[in-house]
């Protein structure tokens, strides 16, 4: 997950990683969205349109996708 966000140019360490994305990120849906199909594709993971709505930062994104592997 790291280096998809690395490569996205969203920090994710300490505080930041609770920034939020269109606010204060200043990023559009269509971004946010590249960056979970690349998730999904690297870890093999799909997401729910419900998990999807769920998402406004990168702490989101991180506990979604966790959920979704240990579950």
Request: hydrophobic share 40%; aromatic share 12%; net charge negative.
């Amino acid at each position: 997950m790291i280096s998809v966000f690395n490569e996205f140019g969203i920090p994710i360490t300490g505080p930041k990683k609770a920034l939020r994305f269109y606010s204060d990120i200043q990023v559009d849906r269509f971004y946010v969205e590249g960056i979970l199909f690349e998730l999904e594709t690297r870890l093999g993971v799909l997401l729910e349109d419900e998990d999807n709505s769920r998402i406004k930062s990168p702490l989101d994104v991180i506990r979604v996708f966790t959920n979704k592997i240990t579950a």
